[in-house]
């Protein structure tokens, strides 16, 4: 009769001395469901071990948890490692800071699972594509430090050990000979939108996969509205709606400012052409001669800063002693669209010149104070018109040669305000 195992577990007959008549069936059955027993687990089931229980317990710990045995350490040579089992370290050949895996020789077989980290904290690059090992990243994956761990599985279809990295680390980095590198983009936490919006081929950086009209945000140091990048599909344009900007306001937007004179040559300053010993510019060397400046604030000020002016002049006579000056004043005025007076604020300031000789150039700077008070602050918007002249009542040297002016204020980024370029 058939052997009741496996489809169901063997129901023995009792067998009771002087009573029961021992039949044939009785040794039959017994060995019928041995032989159902072998056949169900097949033969040398304990492989290599001793026996089925020690095999199973390299795998599958008391309480039913997976548990690979003890990781040993296996150092490369030429590239080349022989696994013997799912767990090992990897060490990298004399020592060296960094070594190339590109062979994984051993446990070829369909489906095997390899965990693999660095024994020390000397980089180990799972080299993509070189020999028997392809990275899921398309690119090489280094584990710098003993924490990191790469996961791999053979398959045997392909003859290729299929590497990935789960968690952070060193990472992965492209392989420049390889074809284009592809970095998948998440949606969320699990759900990836695309794998085609950042390319890398070692050599360009691809953004974007050729969507009409899709906007791609551009951050640096973490930083929102870096720059925005617009492919318009009708025109064959890119388009750039934003520049760079930083946390705070290093950086500084410059603008030269024209000088100009009410009545020149006569009650106003003059114009002097620029010869071998000074580089030109207006002349002031009388109370009442004015110079004229008007420059605008930009939105892309800070608005938590002073603006600044810095004026070069040159002496026309010299210093005479220690501790002379040239005192210039200027007088803003300023106001933005809507506004139906001026706000003001007048700098005064003194350059120490001491005796410095005829045609020395010099450097002085106002500062438009941002926070002045009095319904007085500037703004973002305003125009500014400068009155600047030479106070003589107080300077020690009264003629010099207004060669430059230059308006700047501080800014979070450099380039234009908005709008597409």
């Given at each position: 009769m058939a052997a009741d195992y496996p489809g169901s577990l063997y129901t023995k007959t009792t067998v009771t001395d002087d009573v029961t008549d021992v039949l044939a069936a009785h040794h039959n059955d017994q060995e019928d469901e041995i032989l159902a027993?072998?056949?169900?687990?097949?033969?040398d089931v304990a492989g290599s071990?001793?026996?089925?229980?020690t095999r199973i317990a390299k795998s599958l710990a008391d309480d039913g948890t997976l548990e690979f045995a003890d990781s040993t350490v296996l150092t490369i040579s030429s590239g080349a490692v022989t696994v013997t089992q799912n767990f090992h370290r990897i060490a990298t050949e004399g020592g060296a800071g960094s070594d190339y895996l590109a062979t994984i020789n051993g446990l070829a077989n369909d489906g095997t699972v390899l965990f693999i980290r660095p024994s020390t904290s000397n980089d180990v690059i799972i080299d993509d594509g070189e020999d028997n090992i392809e990275c899921v990243s398309g690119g090489d994956i280094t584990l710098a430090d003993t924490d990191e761990w790469a996961i791999l599985i053979y398959d045997g279809n392909l003859s290729k050990w299929l590497a990935g990295q789960l968690t952070g680390g060193s990472g992965v980095t492209t392989n420049a000979g390889a074809a284009n590198s592809y970095i998948a983009v998440y949606t969320s936490d699990t759900n990836i939108e695309g794998t085609d919006d950042l390319q890398w081929n070692g050599t360009t950086l691809t953004i974007g996969d050729g969507t009409a009209g899709r906007d791609y945000v551009i951050k640096v140091d973490g930083q929102d509205n870096d720059l925005t990048l617009t492919y318009d599909e009708d025109n064959d344009l890119l388009n750039t709606s934003s520049f760079h900007r930083h946390s705070s306001a290093n950086y500084r937007r410059y603008y030269h400012l024209p000088l100009s004179a009410s009545d020149p040559g006569a009650a106003?300053?003059?114009?002097?052409?620029?010869?071998?010993n000074q580089v030109g510019g207006w002349q002031l060397d009388a109370a009442g001669e004015i110079l004229y400046l008007t420059t605008d604030i930009h939105s892309d000020w800070d608005a938590a800063s002073d603006l600044d002016v810095e004026v070069s002049f040159t002496l026309n006579?010299?210093?005479t002693t220690a501790g002379d000056t040239v005192d210039l004043k200027l007088v803003c005025y300023y106001a933005g669209e809507g506004d139906t007076s001026t706000k003001t604020q007048t700098q005064e300031v003194a350059t120490t010149v001491d005796d410095a000789a005829q045609y020395t150039q010099f450097k002085m700077e106002f500062n438009i104070d941002y926070d002045i008070g009095g319904g007085?602050?500037?703004?973002v918007g305003d125009v500014i018109g400068m009155m600047l002249n030479l106070e003589t009542d107080t300077s020690e040297v009264d003629d010099i040669i207004i060669n430059d002016a230059a308006f700047y204020y501080h800014t979070t980024h450099v380039g234009i305000e908005s709008g597409d370029v």
């Open positions: 027993i072998e056949t169900e687990l097949g033969t071990a001793s026996d089925l229980k106003g300053a003059t114009w002097t052409a620029p010869d071998a006579t010299a210093g007085n602050d500037p703004e």
